[in-house]
């Protein structure tokens, strides 16, 4: 949901000049359906909260639960994506947009990063980032590249392992992980909000060994499962999946994932507990969706639609009290077409003692405001109407990216349009 697609027909649209303009849109994109596909009518809304600065002020809209705090690590590092940490503290933070990897460090142990270098340059959409083995590996939206991180924390000049990952389209942003087994996990997100790939290796989580080598879709119907990860008891994966656009307010949910080898998660053709998706493309080949539906996997939970779930991380620290060890943490980035805006809030998901989520509870709130508080205004000039008609709408200071747990247990959380990393602690007071 980071890039928006192509805009279906719709009917009933509730919106604003965005909305205008998306309408203006319409034709052309329905011109451009499969044959046999035809306009469906949706209702959905479009409602992006107005972008606000951030400056120190705002930490006290923050809200954590009693005991926790929430402070700035890093910031004005722009588009600041994803993060990773070492053994040794050192966090290494991607900015897309900016094409590199950042080195940030706290040399003297205040929970602020004082130490700030690029240590790998000139890759284009950078986003996914893994530590192993002394090596940090960095995925774009078309490469895997893999660098030696030396003694002092900078990196070796970059080794391209992959260079033929899917085309990106609507989803660039891969990410990466290592799984219990040693291999190497790549999210692969689909080009476009719902249609039929020609690259059976789009909508995937694949599989490779550290090398690049022996690459295999491990799990497909996956529109753009950005999060994942591996409980810690349990040692099953789980992924966040982004629900298609242009569905409804409420359809489809955002799904968590319990992904398996060899299976089919619905997108595109079904969603949720396996309903029938309506929107524009073909049947499923030499099937029927009404068929193909009942033998995909069911998310083991359903969050609020277009919440857009970018990092997760299960918890394993001794920071937070013990409760949490196990839980995970996911951060949703925010909505941009939805009537009432979801996500903009990092969320805790409860696991059991056997390792089985149960529930969602928001964890890190206040980043999305019902309006402008006095005396913060939106970047830019406009005329005063204009100021004041954005004054009505909610705002927001914080598009949430990656997730990290620090070296001490705390939790690192990246926010990318403000360029701020923050930083999560528990003091029990």
Not at 149 to 162: F, I, N, R
Not at 366 to 389: D, R, T, V, Y
């Amino acid at each position: 949901m980071t890039h928006r697609p192509p805009t279906p027909q719709f009917h009933g649209l509730r919106t604003g000049t965005a909305g205008l303009l998306l309408a203006a849109f319409a034709a052309a994109a329905s011109a451009q359906l499969p044959p046999g596909d035809g306009p469906v009518q949706v209702r959905a809304g479009v409602v992006e909260p107005t972008p606000v600065p951030f400056n120190d002020r705002l930490l006290n809209q923050l809200r954590v639960p009693a005991g926790f705090s929430i402070s700035v690590f890093a910031k004005d590092l722009k588009n600041v994506r994803w993060l990773a940490v070492a053994p040794n503290g050192d966090v290494y933070a991607s900015r897309r947009e900016q094409g590199d990897v950042l080195l940030l460090r706290d040399t003297n142990g205040d929970g602020q990063a004082d130490e700030q270098k690029v240590v790998l340059q000139n890759a284009k959409y950078a986003h996914g980032l893994a530590l192993r083995d002394g090596k940090l590996y960095l995925v774009t939206d078309k490469k895997l590249l893999v660098a030696d991180v030396q003694p002092d924390g900078t990196l070796s000049p970059a080794k391209t392992l992959l260079d033929d990952l899917p085309d990106a389209g609507q989803h660039p942003n891969r990410t990466l992980a290592f799984g219990p087994d040693g291999w190497l996990y790549v999210s692969v997100g689909s080009t476009c909000n719902n249609c039929r790939e020609p690259n059976p290796e789009s909508a995937t989580l694949l599989r490779m060994r550290p090398d690049g080598s022996a690459r295999e879709v491990y799990a497909s119907g996956l529109r753009n499962t950005i999060g994942f990860g591996w409980h810690p008891a349990s040692g099953q994966l789980y992924g966040f999946d982004h629900g298609s656009d242009y569905q409804g307010d409420d359809e489809p949910p955002e799904e968590l994932n319990a992904i398996h080898a060899n299976k089919h998660y619905g997108w595109p053709f079904c969603w949720g507990e396996r309903k029938v998706t309506t929107t524009q493309f073909n049947e499923p080949p030499h099937t029927t969706k009404a068929d193909f539906c009942p033998t995909t996997e069911a998310p083991v939970l359903h969050y609020t639609a277009h919440a857009a779930p970018l990092g997760l991380v299960f918890y394993t620290g001794e920071q937070f009290p013990r409760e949490f060890r196990g839980d995970a943490f996911v951060a949703f980035r925010g909505s941009w077409n939805r009537s009432q805006p979801s996500g903009y809030s990092v969320v805790r998901v409860r696991f059991d003692a056997s390792g089985k989520p149960q529930a969602t509870e928001d964890f890190a709130t206040g980043w999305l405001m019902q309006q402008l508080p006095p005396g913060l205004n939106a970047p830019g000039a406009a005329p005063a109407p204009a100021e004041q008609a954005k004054a009505r709408r909610p705002a927001q200071f914080g598009r949430l990216a990656g997730l990290a747990q620090a070296r001490d247990g705390s939790l690192l959380l990246a926010e990318d349009q403000n360029g701020v990393i923050y930083r999560i602690r528990y003091s029990g007071r």
